[in-house]
């Protein structure tokens, strides 16, 4: 059985996957402190409450954009699971895809990793937007080549930056506003309209500046823990698959395994 590790800036989410399938997924918040031990602990229990024995996991594979936090996942599978880890981007696991940008090695394992997993999934040219502590958009052509992408401040990033610096407005809740109107009646509804409808707009609006660069109709599949909350208001996404980054180590760990 396979665990598939995705360490990311806010959250690392452990999933089991057997035959290409997800059976379960957990997570937990980004540490770097925190020890193989102590993951080994808390992940242990959880797979145990579930029905599923630690025992039967025999390969690794981690995507990780926290450096820091690598020792300690590699001492995880090694000591607890008794195999090396394979390393998204790191050979035997390598891309295996063009990345046709400026600076290939720059670009971020849970990035490539959603690439592969969409371009397998889903034909033709893609957008994928990934919702995360940044929002990322990223384009696939129908070859299958990484061609370029944004980075723009996560929504959360966006409201504490707000909070912080404004020192009489509250901290709100990431929800959709409570009213249909668009004018704001009083702090807190400015506060939603402008974070919440003004997170759509920006979105919207790269992705339609972006379809009219690549000049081909592209699908847009949106992914990360806010996928489904702007799903519901906006007509962008052509599919939400918030297990994309997961799927996509599934894939690397399958073509490890037939090299």
């Known amino acids: 059985m396979?665990?598939?590790?995705?360490?990311?800036?806010t959250n690392v989410v452990f999933a089991l996957v057997e035959d290409g399938k997800i059976l379960s997924r957990w997570r937990i918040a980004t540490d770097p402190r925190r020890t193989g031990d102590e993951?080994?602990?808390w992940l242990s229990q959880l797979m145990q409450l579930e029905g599923y024995d630690p025992k039967a996991v025999d390969k690794v594979i981690v995507s990780t954009v926290v450096p820091r936090a690598m020792h300690n996942l590699e001492v995880l599978s090694q000591k607890y699971f008794g195999c090396d880890p394979?390393?998204?981007?790191?050979?035997?696991?390598?891309?295996?895809?063009?990345?046709d940008v400026d600076?290939?090695?720059?670009?971020?394992?849970?990035?490539?990793?959603?690439?592969?997993?969409?371009?397998?999934?889903?034909?033709?040219?893609?957008?994928?937007?990934?919702f995360g502590t940044a929002t990322t958009f990223d384009a696939i052509d129908f070859n299958g080549a990484y061609?370029?992408?944004?980075?723009?401040?996560?929504?959360?990033?966006?409201?504490?930056?707000?909070?912080?610096a404004a020192a009489k407005l509250p901290r709100i809740a990431i929800e959709p506003p409570r009213t249909l109107s668009v004018i704001g009646r009083n702090t807190e509804d400015q506060m939603h309209i402008g974070v919440f409808w003004g997170y759509v707009a920006?979105?919207?609006?790269?992705?339609?500046?972006?379809?009219?660069?690549?000049?081909?109709?592209?699908?847009?599949?949106?992914?990360g823990g806010l996928a489904v909350l702007f799903d519901d208001h906006t007509h962008i996404f052509d599919a939400v698959d918030?297990?994309?980054t997961l799927e996509g180590l599934a894939i690397l760990a399958e073509r490890a395994k037939a090299k």
């Open 103 to 130: 600076e290939p090695r720059s670009l971020g394992a849970d990035r490539a990793v959603n690439a592969i997993a969409a371009h397998a999934k889903y034909s033709g040219d893609l957008i994928i937007v990934d």
């Open 2 to 9: 396979l665990l598939a590790i995705d360490a990311g800036n």
């Open 86 to 99: 394979l390393i998204a981007g790191i050979a035997p696991v390598d891309y295996g895809m063009d990345i």
């Open 242 to 244: 918030v297990d994309l």
């Open 202 to 223: 920006m979105m919207e609006g790269l992705i339609e500046r972006i379809r009219a660069e690549i000049g081909r109709p592209a699908k847009v599949i949106a992914t």
């Open 147 to 164: 061609k370029g992408g944004i980075i723009a401040p996560g929504i959360n990033l966006s409201l504490d930056a707000l909070v912080s």
């Open 39 to 41: 993951y080994a602990v």
